[in-house]
């Protein structure tokens, strides 16, 4: 069973512009919430986090939000940048466990 | 400050030999983590060990895998008698306590052909 589910496989977004990546989770006793990006070739990179008890938590250019009722996790990237192109994963971890559970994954294009 | 270190980065091994993966965590962590990728799937998570002791194997195939930390020495992820379907991406992470806060090393890709 999918726990943590990214529908949409890629996305692409004009340089300048807002990107908005989305991910869903179906089981209430996850505690933190994080975003990877990866580059070919290399390992997944942390980007940010948010603890279960907060809605929002922000870092330079990239926000994370988090809709407990929704179990709805999404990360706004503003303003993108060519850079930012690569596979984002969003990760789940179980309360009292160290294991993360992870996405699909979704593919950012950044266009210049 | 090295980062996570996998080795070897490419390993080609035919059906049913063995693949030894190798990984030596940051300087300071003590905490390790194997996941494995599939092609076109997320990361799934395999198992974490500290020190010379495996804490979660949750997510380790019951046959032929098996996944070491020693006193001494980097943390060694052992599949034996490869089959087709071990082809993959496997990454390693460590982290210096139980928070949440992994690092990543680049991954050691196999491929049994």
């Known amino acids: 069973d999918q726990q943590v589910k990214q529908n949409s496989p890629s996305l692409s977004v004009q340089e300048g512009r807002i990107s908005i990546l989305n991910c869903d989770y179906t089981?209430?006793?996850?505690?933190?919430f994080l975003w990877y990006k990866k580059y070919p070739a290399e390992g997944p990179t942390f980007l940010i986090s948010?603890?279960?008890?907060?809605d929002k938590n922000e870092d330079g250019r990239f926000t994370v939000f988090l809709n407990k009722s929704a179990k709805h996790l999404s990360l706004h990237i503003v303003p993108s940048q060519p850079g930012d192109s690569a596979v984002y994963f969003c990760?789940?971890?179980?309360?009292?466990?160290?294991?993360?559970?992870f996405g699909q994954g979704t593919r950012l294009t950044i266009n210049p | 400050n090295a980062g996570v270190m996998q080795n070897p980065r490419h390993l080609v091994r035919r059906r049913g030999q063995e693949a030894r993966l190798r990984c030596s965590p940051m300087?300071?962590?003590?905490?390790v983590y194997w996941y494995r990728q599939l092609p076109e799937e997320g990361l799934k998570f395999m198992v974490y060990?500290?020190?010379?002791?495996?804490?979660?194997e949750s997510g380790m195939p019951k046959e032929r895998f098996s996944a070491e930390f020693p006193k001494e020495g980097p943390s060694i992820l052992r599949i034996q008698q490869v089959v087709r379907g071990d082809s993959a991406a496997y990454f390693c992470?460590?982290?210096?306590?139980?928070?949440?806060?992994?690092?990543f090393g680049s991954g050691t890709r196999l491929t049994v052909v």
């Open positions: 060990l500290q020190k010379e002791n495996i804490i979660d």
């Open positions: 300087k300071g962590h003590s905490h």
């Open positions: 990760a789940v971890r179980i309360q009292g466990a160290q294991k993360l559970v």
């Open positions: 948010i603890s279960s008890i907060k």
């Open positions: 992470a460590s982290s210096p306590d139980r928070g949440h806060g992994y690092t």
């Open positions: 089981n209430s006793m996850f505690d933190y």
